[in-house]
């Protein structure tokens, strides 16, 4: 596991009282993050959380979220990665890198998906680096035009918060 100047840092699947913590890291101004609460609050998704110290003095500080989504292409299940987050205070702590761990794991070992997709911003290059390194590989590229009226965060999605 990561460890920091406290202690080791930990990663488990979340219990429900993680669910309601992890609301706390996910912020409710981006696309993204609206999407990731509903699926909080609905009791959906996968969740893993990255913890510091024990029992009263556990503190959250990094999760990711994914769900399982059927390929329109291949039609077979593959995992998708809705939202990684890494508290800024433990960034570059390897944090990141034992969430997607035991995301992979899940996924392409125990339930023997072919694919994990996510998304994330071309222009954020930690996280490109991070996915990079990890194997991820370009599968699609999008590219959207905004109506002139259109509030800038709702036609595409804000992915400054993705990664690590």
Do not use: C
């Amino acid at each position: 596991m990561a460890t920091s100047g406290e202690s080791t840092i930990g990663v488990r699947a979340a219990t429900d009282g993680d669910r309601i913590s992890a609301r706390d890291l996910i912020s409710a101004s981006t696309p993204r993050g609206r999407a990731s609460l509903v699926l909080l609050r609905a009791g959906q998704g996968l969740l893993w959380v990255a913890y510091q110290g024990h029992g009263d003095r556990e503190k959250l500080v990094g999760l990711l979220l994914a769900t399982v989504q059927i390929d329109s292409d291949s039609e077979e299940p593959v995992g998708y990665i809705q939202e990684l987050l890494v508290h800024p205070a433990y960034r570059r702590l390897g944090v990141a890198m034992h969430l997607l761990d035991a995301a992979e794991r899940f996924f392409l070992e125990e339930q023997r998906f072919s694919q994990i997709y996510l998304a994330t911003s071309p222009d954020n290059e930690a996280a490109l680096r991070l996915y990079r390194s990890r194997g991820y590989t370009a599968y699609q590229v999008r590219l959207a035009k905004r109506r002139l009226d259109t509030p800038s965060d709702a036609a595409v999605p804000d992915r400054e918060h993705d990664g690590p």
